[in-house]
T-cell receptor, first 113, second 109 residues
Framework: DADVTQTPRNRITKTGKRIMLECSQT?????MYWYRQDPGLGLRLIYY???????NKGEISDGYSVSRQAQAKFSLSLESAIPNQTALYFC????????????FGSGTQLSVL | QKEVEQDPGPLSVPEGAIVSLNCTYS??????FMWYRQYSRKGPELLMY????GNKEDGRFTAQVDKSSKYISLFIRDSQPSDSATYLC?????????FGSGTQLTVLP
């Protein structure tokens, strides 16, 4: 089984719909992250959490919200999806060592029509 | 100007070739440097991790950091078709990573 599991793998939704992407991990790491990947733009940080009570905005948090339900679970919500949120979304974890070695899930391909 | 610049490619080489992948950066505070490999429809996986300047070798892979020039490289010797992937550089002063946009590499059998 994968250490970092994302569900769903693919999602097609319509503009204005609320959707949730889920992430769970078995690595025992405290730190969890949500990134989006767009062609030519690389990976950009949306939100991150250092523990259950600590949530921080990343570079591109507008239009997104997160919930850290437990050490192992971190979900990303799009309250009202728009087409420019079409992207590949990745959840990642880290041990928190200097330099932040990240461990990624397999990603969720989201299409907003 | 982006903090981290990476040639997007695509780069196509014959099997057995030496591959050089590069990134330049502008933030002199960066001191941790990484290379991630990403296969199609998979998440990135950490390939090489270096601190400060110098070289690090792991099998067919060598990571090189030149902080004076703000330039990092990943060399792949005896490249194999299984090396076909997108390679992302990443770096940080201490915490959050800044990623390059990735270079798509294809190794032809």
């Amino acid at each position: 089984d994968a250490d970092v599991t994302q569900t769903p793998r693919n999602r097609i939704t319509k503009t204005g719909k609320r959707i949730m992407l889920e992430c769970s991990q078995t690595k025992g790491h405290d730190r969890m992250y949500w990134y989006r990947q767009d062609p030519g733009l690389g990976l950009r940080l949306i939100y991150y959490s250092f523990d259950v009570k600590d949530i921080n905005k990343g570079e591109i948090s507008d239009g997104y919200s997160v919930s850290r339900q437990a050490q192992a679970k971190f979900s990303l919500s799009l309250e009202s999806a728009i087409p420019n949120q079409t992207a590949l979304y990745f959840c990642a974890t880290s041990e928190g060592q200097p330099g932040e070695k990240l461990f990624f899930g397999s990603g969720t391909q989201l299409s907003v029509l | 100007q982006k903090e981290v610049e990476q040639d997007p490619g695509p780069l196509s080489v014959p099997e057995g070739a030496i591959v050089s992948l590069n990134c330049t950066y502008s933030n002199s505070a960066f001191q941790y440097f990484m290379w991630y490999r990403q296969y199609s429809r998979k998440g990135p996986e950490l390939l090489m991790y270096t601190y400060s300047s110098g070289n690090k070798e792991d099998g067919r892979f060598t990571a090189q950091v030149d902080k004076s020039s703000k330039y990092i490289s990943l060399f792949i010797r005896d490249s194999q078709p299984s090396d076909s992937a997108t390679y992302l550089c990443a770096m940080t002063p201490l915490g959050q990573l800044t990623f390059g946009s990735g270079t798509q590499l294809t190794v032809l059998p």
